[in-house]
């Protein structure tokens, strides 16, 4: 027996997402690799190859055409669909209605809507589609929230005193943790894949509408690191970065020998080769000799000095987009772990708003 239909909005089909729900993406394989909503199941109805065929049957000889064509190269995997889609429902702890969408809520995600629920699988069809859920969480991105930057200069350990604010219940955002990149030459030396910009932009949208749903803090703000727009390949969005260039900065304030130890934690055990390309990539911004200077230290096995030498640099950089901030409230972290220095940003947060 055939399930009735129904349709959610934009903004319920997101938040059935963020309650667990399972979402199958019907788009292509490639337009669910160019960007998709997070933790979407990639359900193709089409192959890239068969899309671009029904495409080009809808253009050069007409809609009724390209509907026939589909329901030809669609009708020898429906089984292989149900059963693929009754895998993902019975796989749920809590048996949610799946959740479908393709691009705008067209013909795609309906097809398939209308096979699973004539197969007896409950489902939910998104109103708008893949679209239109993009446009909610763009409003997500732009929205005023009471950031909190964390900055300070290379090698003060920013990313981990983050940590240490979350594992205290802070709301926190970690942009390199979603773009899969430390944030500058060598944030990236084993070379994984990052996620491409619309994609980065998905997760952060979703991580920061997953806020509003989460216990109150101790601080009240939302702890985000310093970060220019682009990091490694991925650019932030810029309504996103524009709240961020408006938000107070903590500034984690330690000694160069701090520093130099914790990118030894850092980049100590990568190979020297990938080190003396990190340094290769900044030559012209090194300047040559310099650059040669800590690829020699680097291969000489000497990476405390090569360190010291891209800290020259970071700092002239790091100090450029400070200066352009107004609200800068140092902390004195020299000597301290992150756990401390974690307590020391939120006593020096608490002072601030007394």
């Given amino acids: ?53 029904v495409g080009t049957e809808y253009t050069q000889v007409g809609k009724q055409e390209a509907v026939e064509l589909g329901l030809d190269l669609v009708g020898t995997k429906m089984r292989e669909l149900v059963v693929k889609a009754r895998a993902l429902f019975e796989a749920q702890g809590t048996r949610r209605p799946l959740l479908i969408h393709c691009w705008r809520g067209g013909m795609r995600s309906e097809s398939v809507d209308w096979l699973l629920r004539t197969a007896g699988i409950p489902t939910r069809r998104c109103e708008g589609g893949y679209k239109a859920c ?22 003060t350990a920013k990313t981990e005193v983050l940590r240490a604010l979350a594992r205290r219940g802070e709301h926190v955002l970690d942009l390199e943790g979603l773009a899969r990149h430390y944030g500058s030459a060598f944030g990236n030396l084993d070379r994984h894949t990052q996620p491409t910009t619309e994609q ?36 932030m969005p810029e309504m996103f970065h524009k709240r961020l260039k408006q938000a107070p900065v903590m500034e984690i304030e330690r000694t160069e020998d701090d520093r130099i130890a914790h990118l030894l ?25 310099h650059a040669q200077a800590a ?6 096995g000497d990476l405390a000095a090569a360190a010291r030498i891209a800290l020259t640099y970071y700092d002239k950089t790091y100090q450029h987009g400070l200066d352009q901030r107004v609200r800068r ?12 220095t974690a307590t020391r940003c939120l006593e020096t947060l608490a002072a601030l708003n007394v």
């Fill in 200 to 235: 980065f932009a998905n997760d952060l949208a979703f991580a920061i509408c997953a806020l509003k749903d989460a216990p109150a803090t101790e601080s009240g703000v939302v702890w985000v690191e310093n970060e220019s727009r682009q990091i490694g390949k991925v650019y």
């Fill in 265 to 289: 934690s850092m980049y100590g055990g990568a190979s020297r080769e990938g080190l003396a390309a990190a340094f290769r990539r900044i030559r012209t911004k090194l300047g040559g000799q």
């Fill in 295 to 300: 690829v020699d230290h680097v291969m000489a």
């Fill in 1 to 53: 027996m055939s399930i009735p239909e129904q349709v959610l909005s934009p903004q319920a089909f997101l938040n059935a997402l963020h309650e667990g729900g399972v979402a199958l993406d019907v788009r292509s394989p490639s337009e669910h690799a160019q960007g998709h909503l997070p933790g979407a199941e990639s359900f193709p109805l089409f192959s890239d190859a068969e899309r671009a065929q």
């Fill in 134 to 155: 993009r446009a909610v969480m763009r409003q997500a991105l732009g929205a005023p929230r009471n950031y909190m930057v964390l900055g300070g200069m290379t090698g």
């Fill in 329 to 340: 409230h140092p902390v004195d972290g020299r000597g301290l772990d992150p756990d401390r």
